[in-house]
């Protein structure tokens, strides 16, 4: 029998509010990768999800800012991976148990502008807490 490779890039749309951009990472080779952190809205249990800009989107991602709304086409990426040595880079006697990994590489997005009516409700919830901090119990 002749088996065929047939790779299939899986592509996942995700929006989320911003929370966090991780500091940028430069390797040996040039390539650049940043990482953020995105809480999904509109569930009952939002999640926060990892998503991953690469090479020249970098410059880009460095360039948003936590609280924004982005809505990100990312391609899913496996891969799997076995330590053969310890902590302290001694070889393992054997290698440990495979684990497999999945990231969030972003390949286009958009930011969300929220409507009027979020950005009121938004301020008068700050300004509701911010007002709480105030009472004496």
């Known amino acids: 029998q ?3 490779n047939h790779s299939r890039i899986m592509e996942l749309k995700i929006e989320g509010v911003i929370k966090r951009i991780i500091k ?3 390797f040996g ?3 650049r990768k940043c990482e953020m952190h995105i809480e999904t809205t509109g569930d009952k249990y939002p999640q926060i999800m990892p998503l991953e800009f690469l090479k020249d989107m970098v410059d880009e991602a460095i360039s948003l800012e936590p609280g924004q709304t ?3 086409n990312c391609n899913v990426n496996g891969r799997e991976w076995r330590a ?3 902590f302290e880079g001694n070889p393992l006697p054997e290698p440990g148990p495979w684990k497999a990994f999945l990231s969030l590489s972003v390949w286009k997005y958009e930011i969300v502008e929220s409507s009027i009516k979020e950005q009121v409700q938004a301020k008068a ?3 509701t807490s911010e007002g709480a901090k105030d009472l004496p119990f």
């Open 70 to 72: 982005i809505k990100a």
């Open 24 to 26: 940028p990472q430069e």
């Open 2 to 4: 002749n088996f065929q």
């Open 29 to 31: 080779t040039g390539f």
């Open 125 to 127: 919830a700050s300004n």
């Open 84 to 86: 053969t040595k310890d």
